[in-house]
């Protein structure tokens, strides 16, 4: 069965552009959460979607939004970027129902704003 | 809010030896999930272990166990026979049951190191 896969890999930006990171899940899972790693703040949740609809939210600025499709991959999307959003963006997935809380990663999206 | 943290910024061990990572979180609910995560070089993170807090037994994957000591809020992790492979950040996280969602909350990490 073929991991989670997220595309690009990487990404250079320049500040005040806006960027798109998609993640597609395993097969089968319905939830895909999103993270921003960072040396300064390490591991930090940004959302997650269930069946198209986002069921959690974490502390991150609105410029942040995400979307989930009918085929379960998902999209996220900063807009009007900052330096501070270079970070790596992982990916994750998981069945989403409540026994169930094993979540599998992707290898993530490195971005760099400039 | 719930809080995980990882005291030990680094950690080296011999080859073949043991070594034990430690974590405690913080939280007010009952029931919960912890987990441990490996994050090698590749920066893929990969699940290492699982511990249900309903369940008593300490969870064990092969070389890796785990203590878990839910009055406490501990929850350690042992990896025996350490192998060069083991090298990398480890992750402790906790997520809560009746969360409703999938939102791990992790600690800031332990960078392995294996000396041959």
């Known amino acids: 069965k073929a991991g989670v896969t997220q595309t690009p890999r990487y990404l250079i930006k320049t500040r005040g552009q806006q960027v798109t990171l998609s993640c597609s899940p395993i097969?089968?899972?319905?939830?895909v959460s999103w993270y921003q790693q960072t040396p300064g703040q390490g591991l930090q949740f940004l959302f997650e979607?269930?069946?198209?609809?986002?069921?959690n939210k974490g502390n991150f600025p609105g410029r942040f939004s995400g979307r989930q499709f009918s085929n379960s991959r998902s999209e996220m999307n900063v807009s009007t970027l900052e330096l501070g959003d270079s970070a790596l963006y992982l990916c994750?997935?998981?069945?989403?129902?409540?026994?169930?809380?094993?979540?599998?990663f992707g290898p993530g999206t490195r971005l760099t704003v400039t | 809010a719930q809080t995980v943290t990882q005291s030990q910024p680094e950690m080296s061990v011999q080859e073949a030896e043991t070594v034990t990572l430690s974590c405690t979180y913080d939280t007010s609910e009952s029931d919960y999930y912890l987990f441990w995560y490996k994050q090698p070089p590749s920066r893929q993170m990969i699940l290492v272990i699982r511990?249900?807090?309903?369940?008593?037994q300490n969870a064990t994957e092969n070389r890796f166990s785990v203590n878990f000591q839910k009055a406490a809020k501990s929850f350690s992790l042992k990896i025996s026979d350490s192998q060069l492979g083991d090298a990398a950040m480890y992750f402790c996280a906790y997520t809560g049951l009746f969360q409703g969602a999938q939102k791990l909350v992790f600690g800031q990490g332990t960078r392995l190191t294996i000396n041959p």
């Open positions: 097969s089968g899972h319905r939830s």
């Open positions: 511990q249900e807090a309903y369940k008593q």
């Open positions: 994750a997935s998981s069945f989403g129902f409540p026994t169930a809380y094993e979540q599998y």
């Open positions: 979607y269930f069946s198209e609809t986002q069921r």
